[in-house]
């Protein structure tokens, strides 16, 4: 009788395994639609990046390290200053979160292109003022919170400049945002934060950017539709959806030392699979439920 569950959990795996990699297939279409950044050959390749640095402050020693994607996603609205409080307060050991740029050119942190999933208004971000931004109710996922605004980065750095996690940056969507590599380099170095940022995209043009500006700034390359190979491999930090690992493929990334770090496990099952293969980094939209595999 017990073996009926277990065998429709196995399924349930295989069908999310199997709508993961269809969806990944589309986006990667997707991708090759709108612009990104070619290959680069090797002998135009940038000197290899800054690895992360464990600041002496580090929140913890555990490997992998715990990383609240998009603040704590699954707890708190997502990219916003109530939803990195969120991970603040569960001392993890890092936050990620993304940055795009108002029409009036203030750097916010958000996800979308469009506004609608997760607030109560429409359209293109870029295409609003931060007033307009302002105006709008980023917390419509989530039932607990209301009137959560869109914060600047500004803000972002201002709420977690005194914190001691790792700060894990993705630039979304760069050649809308001309420039965007300055002006993030610029606050970064204003609120002192270099030691403990990774500025990470899926768009390597932009990771170019940033070495070539702040070579100290840590960097890291996502990846979307496969775990590159080594001679595909500029930085030190690789960051690829989940399922595309394989203890194969994460030893062949440590052998040429660089960390293989993993987006967007939410199951335990996922993450002790990949902690099993080594993995050195799991970015979850609940921490909550990660951490108690360390407890
Ligand atoms: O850490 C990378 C991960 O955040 C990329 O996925 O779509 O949540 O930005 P996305
Ligand atoms: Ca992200």
């Known amino acids: 009788m017990r073996r009926i569950p277990r065998i429709l959990g196995s399924i349930r795996r295989d069908v999310r395994r199997f709508v993961w990699l269809l969806l990944l297939r589309m986006a990667q279409q997707a991708m090759s639609i709108v612009r990104t950044s070619p290959i680069l050959p090797p002998d135009q390749r940038p000197a290899w990046g800054t690895i992360l640095p464990i600041p002496a402050s580090r929140v913890s020693t555990r490997k992998p390290i715990i990383i609240g994607h998009r603040g704590a996603a699954g707890l708190a609205p997502e990219n916003t200053l109530e939803g990195l409080q969120a991970a603040v307060d569960l001392a993890i050991d890092g936050l990620e979160f993304d940055v795009q740029r108002s029409k009036d050119g203030v750097l916010v942190v958000f996800h979308d292109e469009d506004l609608a999933r997760v607030t109560n208004g429409t359209g293109k971000v870029w295409d609003k003022t931060l007033a307009e931004l302002k105006a709008l109710d980023a917390a419509i996922l989530h039932e607990d919170y209301h009137d959560v605004r869109i914060p600047t980065l500004r803000e972002a750095f201002e709420l977690l400049r005194t914190c001691e996690q790792l700060l ?72 690829c959806h989940h399922i595309l690992y394989t203890a194969e493929n994460i030893a062949r990334l440590h052998r040429r030392g660089v960390q293989a770090t993993a987006w967007t496990v939410n199951e335990l099952d996922d993450a002790r699979r990949l902690i099993v293969m080594g993995i050195d980094e799991l970015t979850t939209n609940y921490p909550d439920r990660l951490l108690t595999l360390f407890a």
Do not use: C
């Open 168 to 239: 894990m940056i993705e630039v979304k969507e760069p050649w809308r945002y001309p420039g965007v590599e300055e002006q993030l380099v610029a606050l970064i170095r204003e609120f002192d934060l270099v030691e403990r940022s990774q500025v990470r995209s899926f768009y390597h043009d932009a990771l170019h950017a940033i070495h070539r500006l702040a070579p100290e700034i840590a960097v890291s390359e996502l990846w979307l539709d496969r775990v590159p190979e080594d001679d595909e491999v500029i930085y030190k930090t690789v960051n």
